[in-house]
């Protein structure tokens, strides 16, 4: 009886320990951010949707670059040159319950809360190295000093069955283990007052995003307008958003 009982009390132990390690799996938690922001960072997380969700995430210092061979990195600045232009990318609510969201933020340092571009992000599996990413508006007002002290709070303020969805739809899919491709399609150019119409392709790296814009005079892209379009990239940087912003606008 003993001996049954050890052989027993052997096999749950043996199952607790595979319950752990598969959880732990599952997650895809890396354990160090020694080397965050790197591939080997990223190839921590098993699964391509947990992947890709987080090299979306993070914040980005904006350049361009004209498509020349070897042509330089030009920091986006504003307000004679004074200004940089920042992509903040924060996850909000629960991927296992709610799915995988993000905000999208974009700032110039010296205005950081009123932003450029906001909009809240959905990427969604179509199959295992295809996603698709869905950007709506939000009800909500975001602010990055909200953001930046009370982020769960700015998070319960959207409710996801009232956001509304912009025209702009990317489908990723994997290229290499930490590398992702995108495209978007075709839609109306806001920034033309809605006379012409653009599609980007992203490029989605461990170390930044890349994207260009291809401009049409229709919706289908039958016809191209030969317009200039460097590439736009924007490289992480480990520095918290926190500390790019005038440190008094997080006192008020």
């Excluded at 307000?79 to 990318?89: A, R």
């Excluded at 179509?126 to 953001?147: G, Q, Y």
């Excluded at 033309?192 to 401009?215: I, K, S």
Aim: glycine share 2%.
């Amino acid at each position: 009886m003993m001996k049954n009982f050890g052989f027993i009390f052997i096999l749950i132990v043996l199952f607790n320990a595979a319950c752990k390690t598969n959880s732990t799996n599952t997650q895809n938690t890396p354990s160090e951010a020694s080397d965050f922001g790197t591939a080997a960072y990223y190839q921590k997380y098993q699964r391509n949707i947990d992947r890709l969700y987080h090299m979306l995430q993070g914040t980005f210092i904006c350049y361009s670059q004209s498509t020349e061979k070897e042509a330089k990195l030009i920091p986006w600045k504003v307000n004679n040159q004074q200004d940089s232009v920042i992509t903040y990318s924060v996850p909000i609510k629960e991927p296992a319950k709610d799915g995988y969201w993000l905000i999208c933020y974009q700032f110039i340092t010296s205005l950081p809360d009123e932003p450029i571009y906001c909009a809240v992000q959905k990427i969604t599996p179509v199959d295992r190295d295809t996603f698709l990413s869905e950007f709506f508006d939000s009800p909500a007002e975001i602010k990055l000093t909200k953001m930046i002290k009370d982020l769960k709070t700015v998070e319960q303020s959207i409710d996801l069955e009232q956001l509304t969805p912009i025209d702009e739809v990317v489908t990723y899919y994997r290229e290499k283990i930490t590398f992702f491709k995108g495209f978007s399609n075709i839609y109306k150019d806001h920034q033309n007052q809605n006379l012409t119409y653009r599609q980007e392709n992203y490029e989605v790296h461990p170390e930044n995003t890349q994207f260009a814009t291809r401009y049409f005079k229709d919706i289908n892209g039958d016809t191209t307008i030969n317009k200039a379009s460097n590439i736009a990239i924007e490289i992480r940087t480990s520095k918290p958003v926190s500390e790019m912003i005038d440190q008094t606008l997080l006192g008020k």
